[in-house]
């Protein structure tokens, strides 16, 4: 058992318990189906039983994603199984570098760092905030928008990189590899982050699927829901009978704005901005329409995170050899996402800590019961993935920032056929 919180500094071999411990996960034969950890959360503001009010995310129409169990149980989603793979994916991200030239984050050494421009801006000094910048005007600013591809919620399948032609091609091949072929090492030279938490080329040529390696999510137990009312009071009232008739003269012309809106009205905030659930029943407010002020976990906060190395041990490369070196490659990626001390400030209302002072994982077996497990430190974990990624980093010399296509984007809009799922595999 062991707890990542030290800051990774690589050193210079793994040791030999380190590499006896790849090899038990990748053992097809007689490794575990999966590692297991299951932190326990406090909200910073839990009483001393622990319990706290805590605020979930919303979704629309719904509000909370809350399940009522089979014996009355209150089952709330704190972060979901997608919003923590992209808590993670970043932290193989760059983060700079120093003075002599070397990369502020250890691990942004890992992968590849592929960023895609989606447009040159500019900040003029004057009137004209979004004018182009023209070459010798020494009086604009110019701006460059870039994102990361790990930073996409969708990955590798990503619209903005099916719109990007140099890059969009890259990752067709590696798709088309891994479906034709279940050759993974292409997607794992350009986007190895993609399989370690999941991609589904939806949009693009192949249709290939693949499960997340390191799956997290947090829960709250036994919860009741909290309401929230708020009122705002505007400088209405002091302003003189003319301005007010003037104001609501304006607000009557067609296509103005209501005064509320703007915030020259008082306005109550009570119920929830929705047509499809009633304010009122029976002449009571309904609970279901009132503004939603978190909920009081009464139960535990837990953070389940599972690395399913069975899926893990199905990635493949042209040959024994190639595939060897994607699983470990893969794996140690997994692992280092999987136990990253991540912040857990999710949103406003919403600051948790860990409850225990250290991480106890466990290994799963195909049968019996699951067993605790010491995982190699930080340290470690970043040496075995810096030998692993050594054959695979030889191919990052290419290029590494690739152009958004406006054009290319309006054809994925001309396309026909069934419209791809939002949401992450």
């Known amino acids: 058992m062991t707890s990542q919180t030290a800051e990774p500094t690589p050193s210079s071999r793994p040791s030999d318990a380190t590499t006896e411990f790849f090899s038990k996960c990748l053992d097809a034969k007689s490794g575990p189906v999966a590692l297991r950890l299951r932190q326990r959360l406090l909200p910073v503001e839990a009483d001393e039983s622990g319990r706290g009010i805590i605020f979930p995310p919303t979704y629309a129409d719904i509000g909370y994603n809350i399940d009522t169990l089979a014996d009355g149980a209150r089952v709330a989603t704190i972060d979901s199984v997608g919003s923590q793979a992209n808590r993670l994916e970043p932290i193989f991200k760059s983060t700079g570098k120093n003075d002599k030239g070397e990369e502020l984050n250890p691990l942004a050494n890992l992968v590849p760092q592929i960023e895609i421009v989606l447009h040159n801006g500019a900040a003029k000094k004057g009137k004209d905030k979004q004018a182009k910048v023209q070459d010798g005007d020494d009086n604009a600013e110019q701006h460059i928008e870039k994102r990361s591809l790990l930073d996409l919620a969708h990955r590798s399948a990503d619209a903005v990189v099916l719109a990007s032609p140099t890059l969009a091609g890259e990752i067709a091949k590696a798709f088309e590899a891994l479906r034709n072929k279940g050759n993974a090492a292409p997607l794992c030279t350009i986007a190895p982050t993609s399989l370690v938490f999941g991609v589904w080329d939806s949009r693009g040529g192949s249709g290939e699927k693949r499960p997340r390696l390191v799956r997290s999510i947090i829960r709250a137990w036994d919860v009741e829901v909290l309401h929230s009312a708020a009122q705002f009071n505007s400088v209405w009232k002091a302003l003189s ?185």
């Not at 309904?286 to 953070?303: D, F, S, T, W, Y």
């Not at 991480?359 to 340290?379: I, K």
Request: hydrophobic share 40%; charged share 30%; net charge negative.
């Open 241 to 425: 009978e003319q301005q007010q008739k003037d104001l609501k003269d304006e607000e009557k012309k067609k296509g103005k704005l209501e005064l509320s809106v703007v915030g020259f009205a008082d306005a109550p905030a009570t119920f929830r901005r929705t047509d499809k659930i009633q304010q009122f029943i029976g002449g009571a407010p309904n609970p279901e329409a009132r503004v939603l002020g978190g909920v009081l976990a009464k139960g535990p906060i837990e953070r389940d995170v599972t690395i399913n190395l069975v899926a893990l041990r199905g990635l493949r490369g042209k040959d024994v050899e190639e595939t060897e070196q994607v699983q470990q490659y893969v794996l140690s990626l997994a692992l280092l996402a999987a136990t990253a001390d991540l912040e857990l400030f999710l949103r406003e209302g919403c600051l948790l800590r860990h409850a225990d002072e250290k991480d106890v994982w466990t290994e799963v077996p195909r049968r019996g019961e699951p067993a605790p497990v010491s995982l190699p430190g930080s340290d470690q974990l970043v040496a075995f993935a810096r030998n692993a990624a050594a054959p695979f980093e030889k191919n990052w010399s290419g290029t590494l920032e690739h152009k958004f296509d406006l054009a290319e984007a309006k054809k994925l809009l001309s396309k026909k056929g069934e419209a791809a799922p939002a949401s992450n595999p």
